[in-house]
DNA sequence: CTGTTAGCGCATTCAT
DNA sequence: ATGAATGCGCTAACAG
């Protein structure tokens, strides 16, 4: 890494090289006017030469401080989940010519506000955030200001703000339905630690579809795992080995499903299975999923961001990420007969 | 979201609110310089009542054109290899204060450039990138200009870059070892395309081992996958199929592992597996892999484009991030007495 | 400890 | 079609 840097070139170098007035070199660049053709020819000429790139700073600051960056704020960096969601935003953004910020707040409730803080200081044009700590109204004053906030996968707690989320709750709900079409009754919700929202939801989703079959109180088949030391494993294990098991369980989230996996493999009794969120090798595995399209979240909350970019008024949004229910096996073994009561 | 729209609060009306100069609460922000207990106070209350937040634009700048961000470029966007990394950069950068812009090229080598491009208008203070391009020349210029460029997974061609890359060749040879120590000499070598710089690499470190083992020409157990119509499973079969078929199979990357466990699946010969790439489901499948941990390749990365930041001389560094076995049985099977002729 | 002057690199007036 | 002044919001360099 020898290398002799030299000083990054200005309008005015390159207008001095091609003998031309700083003005004539900005117009190239800003593309609207019209430059004499051999006059552009000799400014791209001296650009090249100079290796001279706009400065972007000064551009946007002359242009009124407006940047094209679009920040995005997550939890859990590590969480596949979110970086589709991601992959989703930078995709849609990308076509309107925007770059996406990235920052996560390391599942770190406090530590949100903070990390919000510092990527809004870049002059951000809009938030996208998954919002983790209790309450998002340390933003209300930025949205007073302007920029556009949406949140993803579940709404912001006391903050008025454009959302995107996913059909929890109808999504679970024909989960069930499926169940309770081939004659289950009995069952089981599993769900470890997860997300008040989407968790509520899946769960409002679950018991809707039971009482639509006749079942009024799921409530002894429910394992909502709000003790994060209880693994999955564990509460499918409580589930079988109670006094009336459960002839089908579906879970609320992708570990949870692992987790039954796992129990019920060691297991003789054919218990259906049903998991929330598709993953990697439940095809091969055969196991029947509520899937969506987590890019899809992304892009949907990015061209949420582009239209309030464009035009801030209009009312709220609240889009809902639709899923479908993928039959692989699991999920289509019959209740045996005589089991409902 | 009928919000009144405020204009955003400068320095200056600051100032006047509290009956200070500009410059005075420049240095409130600056943070450097000290200012009475008292003048601080009226200031910072004035800026919130405004709801000042100073602009980074104007700040960068007045200071020289510089921003706090690094650009990250990878190819797909789906990718969960590549989003790992950029969890790791992004981890590594946040620690210093930086943030990160993200772009992908979509798989695309001709889009790279223009990729870039656009990230390099943002004033990056470094780039990190997964080269896809052929030949990552046209960055030269840019490198002139005293932006550190550091390329992650595999080298630039035609430029001169830090790298981050696994330790593919060992990896893989060690892997192959494992193998060769319970008796296999006639070992498949599976995988579907993937970058050119990486196979070769573990092809290397496989080949490698089995010249150590005295297998002096494994052509006949090596399905390269260059053409991307034949899947990693119909390579799987061919082996098998072949007059002499292999006792054991690794795979060049996680897609090819999938692809030969679900072929083996169907098999009842029992041919020892070793995967390069985790996956989720590894240790629940019992697949044995070479493992890797793409944050670390992420981290090594954010800490070579901050070095770099803060020491743009010294020579270019290649950084190995090592990989590691890990058995879970689907290696350990022990080749058939009389397999090696 | 605080204020004044100047200018970062560019684009928006208004000229010519 | 091109050029000259002016200022975006902020801070370095100097005052005082």
Same mark, same amino acid.
């Given at each position: ?5 030299? +000083? ?26 019209? !430059?004499? +053709? ?28 407006? *940047? ?20 989703? $935003? ?42 983790? &700590? ?14 556009? $906030?949406? %949140? !993803?996968?579940? +709404? &912001?707690?006391?903050? $008025? ?22 004659? @289950? ?60 098991? +459960?002839?089908?369980?579906? *879970?609320?989230?992708?570990?949870? %499903? ?7 493999? *060691? ?21 029947? !999923?509520?899937? @969506? ?15 309030? $970019? ?32």
């Amino acid at each position: 890494m020898e290398i002799p840097i030299q +000083p990054r070139a200005t309008l005015h170098d390159v207008a001095r090289l091609a003998g031309v007035s700083a003005k004539t070199v900005s117009r190239v660049y800003s593309g609207s006017s019209r !430059v004499l +053709p051999e006059t552009r020819e000799r400014i791209l000429d001296a650009a090249k030469r100079l290796r001279f790139r706009p400065n972007t700073l000064a551009r946007n600051l002359r242009q009124g401080g407006k *940047t094209a960056t679009v920040a995005f704020v997550m939890g859990d960096i590590r969480n596949p989940f979110y970086f589709q969601v991601a992959a989703g $935003i930078e995709q849609e953004l990308s076509k309107s010519g925007f770059t996406m910020l990235l920052a996560s707040t390391g599942d770190a409730p406090e530590s949100e506000p903070v990390v919000v803080d510092a990527l809004l200081n870049q002059l951000v044009r809009a938030l996208v955030l998954i919002p983790i &700590a209790a309450d998002q109204s340390y933003l209300e004053g930025e949205r007073h200001l302007g920029t556009p $906030i949406i %949140t !993803v996968d579940r +709404p &912001a707690n006391d903050l $008025i703000a454009d959302t995107v989320v996913l059909a929890n709750r109808s999504g679970m709900a024909e989960a069930v339905r499926s169940l309770t079409a081939l004659g @289950h009754r009995k069952i089981g919700f599993v769900s470890n630690p997860s997300e008040m929202y989407t968790l509520s939801e899946r769960l409002a989703g679950y018991r809707q579809a039971l009482m639509e079959a006749g079942v009024s109180d799921s409530t002894p088949w429910e394992r909502l795992g709000n003790d994060p030391s209880i693994s999955p494993e564990s509460q499918v294990r409580s589930l079988l080995d109670s006094i009336d098991p +459960p002839t089908a369980i579906v *879970t609320g989230n992708n570990r949870a %499903t692992t987790g039954a996996m796992r129990e019920l493999r *060691t297991r003789s009794e054919p218990v259906a299975l049903i998991g929330f969120d598709d993953f990697e090798l439940a095809e091969m595995l055969g196991i029947s !999923v509520v899937a @969506h399209d987590p890019v899809e979240l992304g892009r949907a909350a990015g061209r949420l961001a582009l239209e309030r $970019i464009e035009n801030h008024d209009g009312p709220t949004k609240l889009v809902e990420i639709p899923t479908w229910l993928v039959k692989r096996g699991s999920g289509e073994i019959a209740a045996p007969v005589g089991s409902v009561d």
